[in-house]
């Protein structure tokens, strides 16, 4: 599999296409395989604690296998999470940015799998792991 699409090209696509979280997501690597992305977190992504929320772990899993299916088909807005399995791991490191390693495991011509890895920035053990399935809109 190769990328269509360069890290900086996709990042201008993220901000373009979801202007609501613009700058929030960083893709900070991307070869059609493996794609490395950071969530900057903030005060909205902690839940009572200080810990960062599962809502917010499965954002970035989310984002992170929809930037691995677009990096190889391109500018593909419409493509769809049909399937998550996420898991808990421990917690994150309160005030630190989490980051994403994700691999496109299969790209058919209907859909999409990556696994995922979740990380407190600077930690070697995950704090989370995702399996997600995309469906990627037939070709016009």
Known sequence: MQAVMSAEEMNAFL???FPQVKGAFVVE???GVNTVMRM???EQ???PGGTVSGPT???LADVAA???TL???GREALTVTTNCSLDFMRKPVSGRDLIAKATLLKL???LSVSHILIYSEGEDMPVARANMTYAIPPKS
Do not use: K, P, Q
């Open 40 to 42: 900057r977190i903030s």
């Open 66 to 68: 929809y930037v691995a």
């Open 45 to 47: 992504h902690l839940r």
């Open 29 to 31: 690597h991307l070869d």
């Open 108 to 110: 058919g011509r209907n």
């Open 71 to 73: 990096a190889c088909i």
């Open 57 to 59: 772990m499965f954002t």
């Open 15 to 17: 901000d373009d296409v």
